[in-house]
């Protein structure tokens, strides 16, 4: 019999679970990003965000023109509770200067519409 190596529970794991609440039923279906797992966000505008993670990268799309004023330079902060994040979880993009006289709630929350992984180059 073959020894197979064993992987990580976190790897085995994350994204794999049902969510339990019939509410959150459209978490079930799609890709999602174990936050737990991400290593650096990063703007991608007008209208996405790049998570990286320790087992891959993952593309979010953001609904409509939410953060259409977005550059490269942003901070993108994860508004939904959870170590997981879904389609329809939010995050905020600020700038991170704008923010310290504004405050970043003066920012809105972008809400994601679809999570791709990333195909290695």
Do not use: W
């Not at 959150?24 to 174990?34: E, F």
Request: glycine share 6%; with cysteine; hydrophobic share 40%.
């Amino acid at each position: 019999m073959k020894k197979m190596a064993a992987l990580p529970l976190a790897v085995l794991a994350a994204c794999t679970a049902q969510p339990g609440p019939p509410a959150l039923a459209t978490r079930a279906a799609g890709s999602c990003v174990d936050l737990s797992q991400v290593t650096a966000r990063h703007v991608v505008p007008p209208s996405a965000v790049i998570f990286e993670t320790t087992h891959g990268v993952y593309r979010a799309e953001l609904v409509g023109n939410c953060a259409a004023r977005a550059t490269s330079t942003d901070i993108v902060e994860t508004v939904s509770q959870g170590t997981e994040i879904y389609r329809d979880d939010r995050v905020r993009v600020f700038d991170p200067i704008e923010a310290k006289g504004t405050g970043i709630r003066s920012f809105p929350q972008c809400r994601i519409g679809s999570i791709t992984a990333v195909p290695a180059a």
